[in-house]
């Protein structure tokens, strides 16, 4: 590929769009890569418009699209049933079971920076029913007060409003792709896409 490439992202929110960001500076580290984005409003807008992100990708456009499994039973499944036939510069995934579950598995990183020992993150993130609150209870039990206080809704919100801001730190400074990579497949598997969208 030769020339300024432009990789269209689409996710459900800030977070995955640093994530995907990261992602793909890891996979391209040259300065002629830029990205567009969209979404960013939750998942059933992506949904509406995965069609649509395909007819683009079909006019030889790269796009790269990321979502999270969240409480769905199997990520073959629910591929096929938003996009059973993707354009050869679609690159489609999906954080199993959401894109915490990629943070976690950098047990080393995602332990120091949450102020709790090594061993209190799983090994196998893409395991856990709800990836998003293991990362919330670990939080809670962390050595840094403004961990604690940034990371963990109070009573009667879902999270806390600094959580993305905190998370988004941790992501541009902190995580190691690699390192995850090698405790949450679905995430190796999307690196290896676009690897092969990025050639």
Not at 25 to 37: G, K, P, T
Not at 42 to 55: A, C, P
Not at 103 to 126: H, K, M, T, W, Y
Not at 128 to 134: A, E, F
């Amino acid at each position: 590929m030769t020339g300024k490439v432009i990789v269209h992202i689409a996710v459900e929110g800030d977070l995955d769009e640093w994530v995907a960001r990261k992602m793909i500076a890891h996979i391209r580290v040259e300065d002629d890569l830029s990205c567009r984005v969209f979404g960013k409003r939750g998942k059933t807008y992506l949904q509406e418009r995965i069609h649509n992100y395909n007819q683009a990708a079909h006019k030889n456009t790269l796009w790269f699209v990321l979502i999270d499994l969240d409480r769905n039973d199997c990520a073959p499944a629910l591929r096929n049933r938003w996009l059973p036939q993707p354009a050869a510069t679609m690159c489609f995934r999906i954080a199993v079971r959401s894109i915490e579950a990629w943070l976690l598995a950098d047990r080393s990183n995602i332990a120091r920076f949450l102020g709790v020992s090594r061993d209190a993150i799983p090994p196998s993130p893409e395991q856990l029913p709800d990836p998003k609150q293991t990362l919330i209870n670990l939080a809670s039990r962390s050595r840094k007060r403004k961990i604690r206080e940034g990371l963990v809704p109070t009573q009667g919100q879902r999270i806390d409003p600094a959580y993305n801001s905190y998370l988004l730190e941790f992501v541009r400074n902190s995580w190691n792709i690699m390192q995850a990579a090698s405790n949450a497949p679905s995430l190796q598997r999307a690196l290896d896409c676009l690897q092969r969208l990025l050639q």
